[in-house]
């Protein structure tokens, strides 16, 4: 059974930074995107960043420059640096994966995370 989990959010000020990290468990053929997701109350959820196996990355524009996504292969774990943040980053953070359970899995499924809580406040 596959899991994803997210750890590193929290409370912080304006302009500070967080750490989101997502750790996938269980038996994979291999992971083919890792990304994150956030959801504010009453909006709906809505792509933050992507990255690919070859390490390629896709961010929304409203974190472009600010936030960074990285993954390391050997611990199957995607990071997202985030860097000043505003009130309006305040969300639940979601890690979303795209992963082939065996070889014979050509299709692949996706998996999300519980979600960690994000809040930007002074």
């Known amino acids: 059974q596959v899991q994803l989990v997210e750890s590193g959010g929290g409370l912080v000020q304006p302009g500070g930074s967080l750490r989101l990290s997502c750790a996938a468990s269980g038996t994979m053929f291999s992971i083919n995107v890792m990304g994150w997701y956030r959801q504010a109350p009453g909006n709906e959820r809505e792509l933050v960043a992507t990255?690919?196996?070859?390490?390629?990355?896709n961010l929304a524009n409203s974190v472009k420059g600010r936030f960074t996504i990285s993954r390391d292969n050997a611990k199957k774990t995607a990071y997202l640096q985030m860097n000043s943040l505003k009130p309006e980053d305040t969300a639940v953070y979601y890690c979303n994966a795209h992963l082939r359970r065996t070889f014979w899995d050509s299709t692949g499924s996706t998996y999300w995370g519980q979600g960690t809580q994000v809040t930007v406040s002074s």
């Open positions: 990255i690919s196996s070859d390490g390629s990355t």
